[in-house]
């Protein structure tokens, strides 16, 4: 018999559509809000499915802001709140990857807007109450019940334009999400299925999306899997894996997924022993042990694997990993600075982990 720890569930609390087509349903998940005018927002790269949504809305749309950006820049922020307030929009529709989404979570928790999120990347924000926000050149974080979006629409049919390489990357992106909260200090058993589901979705979808990225069922089962993954981070402390990568794109400035998706193996791979059982999911679905599991699966997929093609040099491992190893932070094995240098060095050569 396994025993059941004691554990807290955070719950399930944002609205969730999913299904091929259902960003039709945008207009009605608005009405059932009770708004009448949505601010669609969008990157100005989507800035034509932006505009699209906007006619799709007719009466219900305000307004059209596209100039979300990555780190969610307060400067734009405050340039949307103007529009928001100058055309009488009442609530907003973030529709993109987690720069958009953090857009309409950076206007909601200021002013208190409902959010239809429409997710076309596998990030996986629209399912947290996390906002990272940056000025001045620093990112801040931080967590409040008016950061979660109320209504999230996963519509497959927008992640068919996804670039192959954003694919690769925003995927493994989302399996930290999942690989952590397996091992996460406030674990329990619900957050735990979903993201061995989402493990094992991930698992087999991402290299039939490389093979066909028309594939519209593997594009499906990928964003299944992405959703889930956005649960367990949304409802598990993250450890040693996002710190790091908090620390190489706040400090460095490393691209977000880029930085999830080479960094993942080192550091599943370094929890591995002293997480061996909770981390089970990821062996059974990449095989070997879980860091080199992970390692050939990101290869296979034609993945970034060096940090050094990012920016980063050996001049700055000393400083990442010592601004990494300030504060202190659950993680299931303890690790010291000369530890952290090394796990980086690794990233940062393309090294296969050692576990
Ligand atoms: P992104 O939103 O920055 O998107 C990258 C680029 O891809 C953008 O130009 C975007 O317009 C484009 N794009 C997105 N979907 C597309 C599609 N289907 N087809 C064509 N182009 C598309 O990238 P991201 O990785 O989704 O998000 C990264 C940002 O999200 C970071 O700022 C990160 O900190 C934040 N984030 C926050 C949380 C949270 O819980 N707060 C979680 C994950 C990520």
New binding site residues.
């Given amino acids: 018999m396994t025993p059941i720890a004691p554990f807290v569930f955070p719950g399930l609390r944002s609205r969730v559509i999913f299904g091929a087509g259902t960003i039709a349903r945008t207009g009605s998940e608005v009405e059932r809000l009770g708004h009448s005018r949505a601010l669609v927002l969008?990157?100005?790269?989507?800035e034509a499915d932006a505009y699209a949504l906007a006619d799709r809305l007719g009466p219900l749309a305000a307004g059209v802001f596209t100039e979300?950006a990555?780190?969610?820049p307060v400067e734009v922020t405050e340039k949307a709140l103007e529009v928001f307030r100058n055309t009488g929009a009442d609530c907003v529709v973030a529709l993109?990857?987690?720069?958009?989404?953090?857009l309409g979570?950076a206007i909601a928790t200021r002013i208190g807007a409902d959010q239809v999120v429409i997710p076309?990347?596998?990030?996986?924000?629209e399912m947290?109450d996390?906002?990272?926000e940056t000025a001045g050149g620093e990112k801040t974080?931080r967590r409040d019940a008016s950061i979660l979006p109320e209504t999230v629409i996963y519509d497959v049919d927008?992640?068919?334009?996804?670039?192959v390489g954003?694919t690769v990357t925003?995927g493994l992106?989302a399996l930290a999400h999942a690989a952590e909260a397996l091992y996460a200090e406030d674990r329990n058993p619900v957050i735990a299925l979903m993201s061995a589901e989402a493990i094992r979705a991930l698992a087999e979808a991402l290299p039939a999306v490389v093979r066909t990225p028309s594939d519209a069922e593997a594009r499906g089962l990928a964003q299944y899997g992405a959703w889930l993954c956005g649960i367990a981070?949304?409802g598990s402390a993250m450890a040693l894996h996002h710190k790091l990568c908090h620390t190489l794109?706040g400090s460095f400035g490393t691209p977000?997924?880029e930085t999830h998706a080479i960094l993942l193996p080192h550091t599943v791979g370094f929890n591995a022993g002293a997480a061996a059982g909770l981390l089970e999911p990821v062996a059974e679905a990449f095989g070997d042990t879980p860091g080199r599991g992970l390692f050939r699966f990101a290869q296979g997929l034609g993945a970034p694997m060096r940090l050094a093609d990012f920016g980063l040099s050996e001049a700055d491992l000393d400083r990442a990993a010592e601004i990494a190893t300030k504060n202190p932070y659950s993680n299931p094995r303890p690790f010291d600075r000369q530890q952290i240098r090394s796990l980086l060095q690794d990233a940062l050569e393309g090294r296969q982990p050692p576990q």
């Fill in positions: 969008s990157t100005p790269n989507q979300a990555m780190h969610t993109g990857g987690g720069s958009t989404t953090g979570k076309t990347t596998y990030a996986g924000s947290t996390i906002l990272g974080t927008l992640t068919l334009t996804l670039p954003l925003s992106n981070l949304g794109g977000h997924a």
